[in-house]
């Protein structure tokens, strides 16, 4: 694990923070480590409980606005961490003078993928003089260990599972589609582009349901892996308790998730989840994917 | 195109047909260009207009009775064709003593992906003496000629999403997991694993509904390929009118498929749909694949 990301002289650690629990853990880990914290909140998407923290709520398109807040803070250290359930719509922002500056460099990178774009914010918040720091590296405890995490021990079915997942996870990664695959009975049933991991988990439950897909009892398995070239600054993946249900619902065996690059949100919740409902939970250290496991 | 397999001194073809109306024009064509056709049709999935033909309806696990069917009707070219809605339900299907034969070299198979279960059903017929022929050799044009098709001439944006979706189709085609992709402002933004092409593609028109991607207007494309090691005697990728009636829904702009090694069932009618919703079908010779168109 790395040192937190240290403090210079008591300037803060600015949280740009999008939806879902985990930038409030970070703020958390952070504040815990000593560090002091100034959330930017996105409208409409971030979590309730990040309030509790010095914060400023910021619309799309307000990059202006952010370098002023972050600027009157102090803050020289940004992380960039959440998820974003829908896609900005770009005809109806206003953008403000700051955010003019970005948009050459941002319009560019729409050409590319989701993490283009976001790499691009990153590029331009660096060419500013502010540094881009991971969650990861700020919330080191957030990152899923390797080994067995959570829920029973795999079978010999289920590493196979894992080890064809793990494959096409890669594959499409590769190619800045997507994080996500389930594979069951060595077979990949889904793939992940950009319907989101609980989408695909509904659909494998509705194939099964459907009889287009048949298995009785638990098997299978959820694969979540950052993309290869992922920059982890940027969208790195994330299960949670929700993953767990999704997973349960859709009558998988369980989760493997990349070691050391995908993040486990309320960890707590997840591990007792997977313990009450028999699902494993496992961090593959290259070995599955290798397939010497 | 070749020549449509030659009727050894009448000896009929025999058309293994399974659901849509692929098998159907199959043995249409067949018949037109002077051959014996003799049609197994698979219970519960094959189309009524088989009906027509000299036909026996069998169920999964009668190969035994097939070969005895075969045998009686001197056949020894078969062709394999159509759609499986639902997959067979291994547990329930009693299987007979022609079967037993064949089933050591299945369930090997079954490890694999389904091309590699019908790929060893095809081994396995042969072993036995008999030609296995695609519905490409049977049927030439059925399959898609290169260049423009039908609707629309294609935009370069939609090149551009061309030559995403097929880079992407051909990723999860290596794999054995699937045929088709979809994007959208050269982002691909669904794959097609067991769900098959219209539930991706209903599910793209849901991410659109939904908000979770935005476009307006008719832009995207639906791509659909084979796999390249596939064996086009097995499970040919296909399209027809209920694919465009899918496309239009979804909002996208047109489909490109691989020239030469993708079917259109019903080209009347699917080119006729294409015509009236402004849809456009291309079929592409790997210059856009290769970023050359």
């Known amino acids: 694990m790395t040192?937190?990301?240290?403090?210079?002289?008591?300037?803060?650690?600015?949280?740009?923070?999008?939806?879902?629990?985990?930038?409030?853990?970070?703020?958390?880990?952070?504040?815990a480590a000593g560090r002091k914290v100034f959330v930017l909140a996105l409208e409409g998407e971030s979590d309730a409980r990040l309030a509790g923290f010095p914060n400023a709520i910021v619309k799309w398109g307000q990059i202006g606005r952010v370098e002023k807040?972050?600027?009157?803070?102090?803050?020289?250290?940004?992380?960039?961490?959440?998820?974003?359930?829908?896609?900005?719509?770009?005809?109806?922002?206003?953008?403000?003078?700051?955010?003019?500056?970005?948009?050459?460099?941002?319009?560019?990178?729409?050409?590319?993928?989701?993490?283009?774009?976001?790499?691009n914010l990153v590029k331009g918040l660096e060419d500013r003089g502010y540094r881009v720091v991971g969650a990861h590296e700020v919330a080191p405890d957030l990152v899923a260990s390797p080994g067995h995490v959570a829920g029973p021990r795999m079978t010999d079915a289920d590493v196979l599972d894992a080890g064809?997942?793990?494959?096409?996870?890669?594959?499409?990664?590769?190619?800045d589609i997507g994080q996500g695959a389930v594979a069951v009975g060595a077979r990949v049933v889904a793939l992940e582009a950009a319907e989101g991991t609980d989408a695909m988990l509904g659909r494998v439950a509705d194939m099964r349901a459907e009889g287009r897909l048949r298995w009785s009892g638990r098997r299978g398995v959820l694969v979540?892996?950052?993309?290869?070239?992922?920059?982890?600054?940027?969208?790195?993946?994330?299960?949670?308790?929700?993953?767990?249900?999704?997973?349960?619902?859709?009558?998988?065996?369980?989760?493997?998730?990349?070691?050391g690059r995908v993040m486990i949100a309320e960890r707590a919740e997840t591990v007792a989840a997977a313990a009450r409902t028999g699902t494993f939970i496992y961090g593959d250290d290259g070995r599955i994917a290798a397939g010497k496991q």
Chains 1, 2 share one sequence.
């Open 3 to 31: 040192t937190p990301s240290g403090g210079i002289s008591g300037e803060p650690l600015v949280i740009f923070a999008a939806g879902g629990a985990v930038p409030f853990e970070v703020a958390t880990a952070a504040a």
């Open 69 to 119: 807040l972050i600027d009157a803070h102090g803050g020289r250290e940004i992380v960039l961490i959440g998820s974003v359930s829908k896609r900005p719509d770009f005809s109806s922002i206003s953008v403000d003078l700051g955010a003019l500056r970005y948009l050459p460099r941002l319009i560019k990178g729409m050409i590319g993928g989701d993490d283009t774009v976001l790499g």
């Open 164 to 175: 064809q997942a793990l494959a096409a996870a890669r594959a499409i990664g590769l190619l």
């Open 224 to 259: 979540k892996r950052a993309k290869p070239q992922q920059d982890l600054r940027v969208d790195m993946p994330a299960i949670g308790p929700k993953t767990v249900e999704a997973v349960v619902r859709a009558s998988l065996a369980g989760i493997v998730i990349e070691a």
